[in-house]
């Protein structure tokens, strides 16, 4: 299996402007995460997913963040409209059911000008 | 609030000595723990679990050591080597959850030859 698969690695994008990041996740997991890197923060968790349905969303952290997994094999998390704050590395991680470890995809690094 | 903390930001250790990595948590509704490992430019990689049941769990050259009592783990490396260079990441648990984890800000780890 080629693993958790994202796009774009690097996104370099204007305040204002809407982003979409994309995820691909491991065939047959059953949850699907999206996590941020930050220095302040370190690794905190946006939202999750089981079965294509959002879980948990409590730390996305505004209005302006959205996610959507469509199927089983992708999934978006989408900000409209982008502010420089928004700069950091994102996630995405799968995992199976009955498993606690998650498997992280390269992510994606995001600036905001 | 940080559930899980990891306080010491860096670490520098000279090759063959022993790595001491620790890890603090407040939940006490936290069943299961993990390390993870990161290089630059990659996603985190799974590297040991224990689940509150232990106290100890080894793997190779790694051994996590969990205090339920003072809410503490650790991670021990030995011996060190130039390739365990890296970021480390503390996760944790709770059995409600799913699978969702909660990390730690992460200890850099830098081994001299």
């Known amino acids: 299996d080629a693993g958790v698969i994202q796009s774009p690695r690097h996104e370099v994008t204007e305040m204002g402007q809407e982003v979409t990041l994309r995820c691909k996740p491991i065939?047959?997991?059953?949850?699907l995460f999206w996590y941020r890197q930050t220095m302040m923060r370190g690794l905190e968790l946006l939202i999750y997913f089981n079965n294509n349905v959002p879980i948990d969303d409590s730390g996305m952290p505004e209005d302006r963040f959205s996610a959507k997994m469509p199927n089983a094999s992708f999934s978006t998390l989408k900000i409209q409209p982008s502010e420089p704050r928004d700069s950091a590395v994102y996630f995405c991680a799968s995992s199976p059911l009955g498993r606690k470890k998650l498997f992280f995809g390269s992510g994606t690094q995001l600036s905001v000008l | 609030d940080q559930q899980v903390k990891q306080n010491s930001p860096s670490l520098s250790v000279q090759e063959g000595r022993i790595s001491i990595l620790n890890c603090d948590y407040t939940n006490s509704m936290f069943d299961y723990f993990l390390w993870y490992k990161k290089y630059p430019a990659e996603g985190p990689t799974f590297l040991i679990s224990?689940?509150?049941?232990?106290d100890k769990n080894e793997d190779g050259r790694f051994t996590v050591f969990l205090n339920k009592s003072a809410k503490h783990l650790s991670l021990h490396i030995v011996p060190s080597q130039p390739g365990d260079s890296a970021v480390y990441f503390c996760?944790?648990?709770?059995?409600?959850?799913?699978?969702?984890?909660?990390f730690g800000g992460g200890t850099r780890v830098l081994v001299k030859p």
């Open positions: 065939s047959g997991h059953d949850y």
């Open positions: 996760a944790a648990s709770a059995g409600a959850a799913g699978n969702k984890l909660t």
């Open positions: 224990i689940s509150s049941i232990k």
